[in-house]
């Protein structure tokens, strides 16, 4: 079964770190561009970080300066390093990725299952 497992979230007071990784496993032939969404309550869905299979990165620039985005490609893992949390960070925290599947190595689109990040005092 193909799929994207995320951990690393949690509790963390404003000034503090949290990292995020994210592993995809199953039947994968390769991975394109991964990244981090998140959404906060009553809110949409947005970009936080990403990362293409060639190491390029762009960051929403709310977080830019404080969050890195990384990849292991040879452990299929992403990872989001968090500094400087804020209270406004908040948020349930979505690893996305584009899978290589299939002897025709077609792309599809998934998602993680969602870690919750909470900053506060």
């Known amino acids: 079964q193909v799929q994207l497992v995320e951990s690393g979230g949690g509790l963390v007071q404003p000034g503090g770190s949290l990292r995020l990784s994210c592993a995809a496993s199953?039947?994968?032939?390769?991975?394109?561009?991964m990244g981090w969404y998140r959404q906060a309550p009553a809110m949409q869905r947005e970009l936080v970080a990403a990362?293409?299979?060639?190491?390029?990165?762009n960051y929403a620039d709310s977080v830019k300066g404080r969050f890195t985005i990384s990849r292991d490609n040879a452990k299929k893992t992403v990872y989001l390093q968090m500094n400087s949390l804020k209270p406004e960070d908040t948020a349930v925290y979505y690893c996305?990725?584009?899978?290589?599947?299939?002897?025709?190595?077609?792309?599809?689109?998934?998602w993680g299952q969602g870690t919750q990040v909470t900053v506060s005092a």
């Open positions: 199953g039947s994968i032939v390769g991975i394109n561009a």
């Open positions: 996305n990725a584009g899978l290589l599947l299939g002897s025709w190595s077609r792309e599809y689109n998934y």
């Open positions: 990362i293409t299979s060639g190491g390029s990165t």
